[in-house]
């Protein structure tokens, strides 16, 4: 609530409850074991004897990462050892309860983050039911900024059930649109019912096409199958809705061309390569750019072996093994086919469509064959063959992405080339190579901002962010290039980059933790887990947790200590003295005479009798000296 310390008084305390009342619902998530360890390590005061940390929860089991085991036993070492004596409570306000009810949208997916101007884009969003009871949702609407574009009925939902609902739509302008998806229902938590994505819409994305025979018919050159799947033909498009430009080079060029506009390389007949070509190739991968290389029969093994798999140092994923002829001996056919079934990836997910696409009648007569990689070690498949075989591989380098196919990008070894499949695959596989090399608009909390700009002249820009903060923004100069750039990202929500005096907003979406919707509580074993990991006690009310260091001071102690032995010595003197003259007090003297006489005693005192009975021993030691 304040920068420093501030005593409790009583107005005070009615600042501090407006402050709370203030406080609106965010999308961030909490870390209540990072927020401990930053408690217990606090600095203190150096007459601080002792303190408190008290820590209020309302008992979201997501909160608190239990799994983390090695983590809160740490935390309890620290505990025991920290410097300054530390008193701990954990207030739990609601306690083990039956969980609430809520709905969230989980997500929101496009096929591309990328799209040219009037290509059809399908969005998905995923609806939670995060509850233990049935809830129906009013409505579910599509929004484009603050434009309605769609709103639709969504039925009833069980408790833990999922329901996907989808939109498809295109956009008539380049730039930058924020689609958001809401449900509109009852629930506990209305932070999380709407999700937004950043789409970009671009007039082209330019693509590099590496052809070693332009001298050659159409049909007969490497580049022109992937050039016609892109729409273009002899350097025009045939339709205005192409996105992906491509452009021609010898592959020598890759020498010494300057990559840096460039999304992606194509290479649809792999021969070799120079060492510097893929010295050039790596750097432009490893900065987010795409490369795809197919295999042919002019492929040089021994230098693929050696300059681009580099014993799994380099930009190939496998090593290539030898040339392999293909056949079914089932189907009686000279080659294997397509397996259409892949697994669930982004590039391939449209593939998979039999009702649509011809993948699974596509036959490979011959292939490249890749060596296997070391047992326990994976490698992402983006097309296999019915056999079980690799066709198409990918690995990450840095940034961006490398996909590696066994077969080249013509008529050759396979009909790929002539099937609808070969189409929609050309697009799909640019589209997801070119991605990283996009402006990411889409971050996860602590990801960068960053956008770079062509140098104008423009040195300064205003983020402002979900909290409603504008923070100011300076340029970093890289040539004839500017770059603004920001880490404040921690808050889920939108930003907007403000540049210069145009008023130009480009936006940026913060996606929140998707575990923060599940409100789930700690059950009795997670509070027993619990305690067993940081030695803290169950409070009476089973509602939360109190403990201590066991670093303690010693001066108590040892105060304590020196107390008791007084006392004990006191006593024990006492105990001898009664051992010793008896209970009774001795008399001074025999007589009581002037005066101190008692003027009230008419008789011998009891004391001068026992005074006279102990003469004849006083008259014994006398006679003894």
């Not at 079914?328 to 696409?357: V, Y």
């Not at 670093?551 to 003295?577: D, F, K, N, Y």
Request: aromatic fraction near 6%; charged fraction near 25%; proline fraction near 6%.
């Amino acid at each position: 609530a304040t920068a420093g310390s501030l005593r409790v008084e009583a107005n005070s305390r009615e600042r501090f409850v407006e402050q709370l009342h203030e406080l609106k619902t965010t999308g961030g998530s909490s870390d209540l074991l990072a927020a401990l360890f930053t408690a217990v390590h606090a600095e203190t005061q150096p007459t601080l004897s002792r303190r408190r940390i008290v820590l209020v929860s309302d008992g979201q089991s997501a909160d608190w990462m239990l799994d983390d085991r090695a983590s809160w036993e740490r935390f309890h070492d620290t505990l025991k050892t920290v410097a300054v004596p530390t008193d701990l409570e954990i207030v739990e306000l609601s306690g083990e309860s039956v969980q609430q009810s809520n709905l969230a949208v989980q997500d929101v997916r496009s096929s591309r983050v990328s799209v040219g101007v009037d290509q059809m884009l399908m969005f998905s969003a995923q609806i939670v039911n995060h509850g233990n009871s049935t809830l129906t949702p009013r409505s579910v609407t599509w929004t484009i900024g603050d434009q309605m574009m769609l709103q639709s009925d969504v039925p009833a939902l069980e408790g833990g059930a999922t329901r996907d609902v989808y939109w498809r739509h295109s956009f008539s302008e380049p730039g930058s649109y924020a689609i958001t998806c809401r449900v509109d229902a009852d629930d506990e938590l209305q932070a999380d019912n709407d999700v937004t994505t950043i789409i970009e819409v671009v007039e082209r994305i330019p693509v590099l096409l590496t052809e070693s025979r332009p001298d050659l018919a159409e049909m007969q050159r490497d580049a022109f199958f992937v050039q016609a799947a892109l729409g273009w033909i002899d350097g025009q498009p045939l339709e205005e809705r192409s996105v992906h430009a491509p452009r021609s080079i010898d592959p020598d060029e890759l020498s010494f061309i300057d990559l840096s506009d460039q999304h992606a390389v194509v290479i649809p007949n792999f021969q070799s390569l120079s060492q510097e070509a893929v010295e050039r190739l790596q750097q432009f991968v490893y900065d987010g750019g795409g490369l795809w290389i197919a295999l042919g029969p002019r492929t040089d093994a021994e230098a693929f072996n050696q300059f681009l798999f580099a014993e799994g140092n380099g930009l190939a994923p496998l090593e290539l093994d030898r040339i392999r002829e293909q056949a079914n001996e089932e189907e009686g056919l000279s080659g294997t086919r397509i397996n259409p079934f892949q697994k669930e990836h982004p590039a391939t997910s449209h593939l998979t469509d039999s009702q649509k696409l011809d993948t699974g009648d596509v036959t490979v007569t011959r292939r490249w064959r890749f060596v296997p990689p070391p047992e326990g070690e994976a490698t992402s498949v983006l097309l296999s063959l019915t056999d079980g075989e690799p066709l198409a591989v990918e690995k990450y380098h840095g940034r961006g992405r490398v996909i590696v196919q066994a077969i080249p990008l013509r008529m050759q070894w396979s009909d790929l080339a002539r099937s609808q499949a070969f189409v929609v695959m050309t697009q799909e596989w640019l589209s997801y190579l070119t991605q990283p090399k996009a402006v990411q608009r889409n971050l996860s909390p602590g990801d960068p901002i960053v956008i770079e700009q062509p140098d104008e002249g423009l040195r300064n820009a205003i983020l402002n962010t979900p909290q409603g903060d504008e923070i100011e923004l300076t340029a970093d100069v890289r040539g004839d290039r500017v770059v603004f750039q920001s880490g404040r990202t921690a808050l889920p929500g939108e930003y907007t980059l403000e540049l210069g005096t145009s008023g130009e907003k480009i936006p940026f979406y913060v996606r929140r933790n998707i575990a923060e919707s599940d409100l789930t509580p700690l059950s009795a074993q997670d509070r027993e887990l619990f305690s067993g990991l940081t030695g803290l006690r169950q409070g009476r009310t089973k509602a939360g947790f109190h403990g201590t260091t066991q670093s303690e001071p010693v001066w108590p102690m040892l105060l304590i200590l020196l107390t008791g032995l007084i006392a004990a010595e006191l006593i024990l003197s006492g105990i001898i003295a009664r051992e010793r003259f008896g209970s009774e007090p001795i008399a001074e003297s025999s007589e009581q005479s002037g005066a101190f006489a008692n003027p009230f005693a008419s008789e011998p005192s009891e004391p001068k009798q026992r005074q006279s009975s102990i003469q004849p021993a006083e008259e014994q030691v006398g006679a003894s000296r």
